[in-house]
């Protein structure tokens, strides 16, 4: 039977394709230091299954297409708390912040229309993108200038007359670039001169570090009815299997297209809905300690890759991951390697090749990305293993 040409175009996630490899490995007795995807260690809130456990119901019935409501309005509060000026009929409540982008770009684009995304970018954007035939167009960013935008001529020198919109995560994945509040208003204005929708991805809003913040695109009130605001419980409140995300607008065509592709996919699932609302009505301070662990996490992680000949690796400034640059000719024959042919103590690391999160042929082949998602330990433990893996690896560049 044909597979049709769309599906076949979709690639393998560089953040899960070398889990076969991990398998083996670990079977073999091998401790695998999984630093190749953005699952965090830190407990999720127990007022998520408190909240659960406590729900009783006689059928678990269908919920809402756009959602349970008193998860809409406790993320209007919380949107509002932070000073976005959204309310509960602006909110409609997704299968994950991934759902929500699939949606957002359906919106936005026709086949065969643009989306212009810096990258490297979260690599799942080209799954998202290939089978509603979007195009992605990359606005390239370098580890040099701590990956900065450029100027706004070079990025409306990327616009055509099939551009619909920017997309973008802010904190970012995979860089951890938090853009700066010029940078963002430098998109808005473009995207208002040009008629463009942006589709603002910041589900790592909380994670900044160095006393920095994330400039939101739902504070720019002159421009909220392009803005399609992207959120999610998984990175936020560390519950990526609870599978809630939401779409925020001020849209209101926007918000009825939304509706109708919530309508043919029914609902989001009514328990998570539940636990994930508890999430949503914590005290804003639960943050505070999860920030500070993050960067310590980030330091300790730095400064061992710093640390490691002929590594090269900018601080990044907000999410949980960092870009490294290795001495290697290619990063993914790295990664499979550490998984098939190297362990130190009964120990490797997985990490995820970076080339598929930039949409340029040929960028990113000897960079890696690097999830700081272990706790202090076990991320020693791991760049100690690294750094002795890079020392003896046959095909390292010198
Ligand atoms: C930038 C970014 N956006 C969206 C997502 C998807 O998150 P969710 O688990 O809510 O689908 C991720 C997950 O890693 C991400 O890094």
């Known amino acids: 039977m044909k597979i049709s040409v769309r599906s076949q175009s979709m690639q393998a996630s560089p953040i899960r394709k070398l889990v076969p490899f991990a398998n083996e490995a670990k079977k073999r007795g091998t401790k695998v230091y999984h630093l190749n ?20 119901f006689d059928v678990l019935a269908y919920a809402d297409s756009n959602g349970w409501e008193p998860l809409r309005e406790s993320i209007a509060r919380y949107y509002q708390r932070i000073g976005l000026p959204y309310e509960t009929g602006d909110v409609i409540i997704t299968n994950g912040g991934s759902e929500a982008l699939q ?50 001529e070079v990025i409306e020198s990327l616009i055509t007359d099939k551009t619909r919109a920017f997309m973008l995560s802010n904190p970012g994945n995979p860089a951890g670039v938090v853009y700066s509040a010029q940078e963002v208003r430098m998109l808005a204005d473009i995207a208002r001169d040009r008629n463009l929708y942006i589709i603002a991805d910041e589900v790592y809003r909380e994670f900044c570090y160095d006393g920095k913040t994330a400039t939101s695109f739902g504070s720019m009130t002159d421009i909220l009815d392009r803005v399609i605001m992207i959120d999610s419980v998984s990175k936020r409140f560390s519950a990526c299997g609870a599978r809630i995300g939401s779409l925020t607008s001020k849209n209101r ?73 290795l001495p290697v000719d290619n990063a993914e024959d790295f990664a499979i390697w550490l998984l098939t042919d190297f362990e130190l103590d009964g120990g490797t690391v997985m990490l995820a090749p970076v080339e598929n999160f930039y949409q340029t042929p040929g960028m990113g082949v000897d960079e890696v990305r690097v999830a700081y998602v272990l706790n202090k330990e076990d991320l020693q433990e791991a760049m100690r293993i690294l750094k002795a893996a890079l020392a003896v690896y046959p095909g390292r560049k010198v």
């Open 103 to 152: 949606w957002a770009l359906i919106i936005a684009c026709d086949p065969g229309e643009e989306v212009l995304v810096p990258e490297p970018f979260y690599t799942n954007y080209r799954g998202f993108a290939a089978p509603y035939l979007a195009e992605i167009k990359p606005i390239t960013t370098y580890p040099e200038n701590g990956f900065a935008l450029p100027g706004r």
């Open 253 to 325: 065509d926007v918000m009825t297209a939304a509706l109708k592709l919530g309508q043919a996919r029914l609902c989001a699932p009514t328990l998570e809905m539940i636990g994930s609302k508890a999430l949503y009505d914590l005290d804003p301070d639960y943050f505070a300690p999860i920030r500070a662990n993050y960067e310590e996490r980030r330091n300790i992680l730095i400064e061992a890759l710093q640390d490691m000949d002929g590594v090269l690796c900018e601080k990044p400034g907000g999410a949980f991951y960092a870009i490294a640059k």
């Open 37 to 56: 995807i953005g699952q965090p260690d830190i407990e999720t809130p127990r007022v998520f299954m408190d909240a659960v456990k406590e729900a009783d």
